[in-house]
Nanobody, 115 residues
Framework: QVQLVESGGGLVQAGGSLRLSCTAS????????MGWYRQASGKQRELVAV???????NYADSVKGRFTISRDNAKNTVYLRMNSLKAEDTGVYYC?????????WGKGTLVTVSS
């Protein structure tokens, strides 16, 4: 089992920045891809950004150029730096880890961007 704990959410004005962190614990061997998803009120959960254990990353078109995902394998932690935040970035951000084709999720952290 893998446990994921997110932190770093909060309230920020449009144009501001936040950094989310997610630390994995438990049986963490063979975790390949880690990433961030978000869910706005009344909408489906969507991919924000993912990163492999080797450092390859992929982003949703809506966040390219504004968000940066990074990973510290020694600390079992993945980060999401969010710049130039917009009101439409508001939602609950969930950390995800894939281990041998099994997906694990954190409980989520709320990001609210005021316009």
């Amino acid at each position: 089992q893998v446990q994921l704990v997110e932190s770093g959410g909060g309230l920020v004005q449009a144009g501001g920045s936040l950094r989310l962190s997610c630390t994995a614990s438990g049986i963490i061997s063979s975790i390949n891809v880690m990433g961030w998803y978000r869910q706005a009120s009344g909408k489906q959960r969507e991919l924000v950004a993912v990163i492999s254990s080797g450092g390859s990353s992929n982003y949703a078109d809506s966040v390219k150029g504004r968000f940066t995902i990074s990973r510290d394998n020694a600390k079992n932690t993945v980060y999401l730096r969010m710049n130039s935040l917009k009101a439409e970035d508001t939602g609950v951000y969930y950390c995800n880890a894939n281990q041998r084709f099994v997906n694990y999720w954190g409980k989520g952290t709320l990001v609210t961007v005021s316009s």
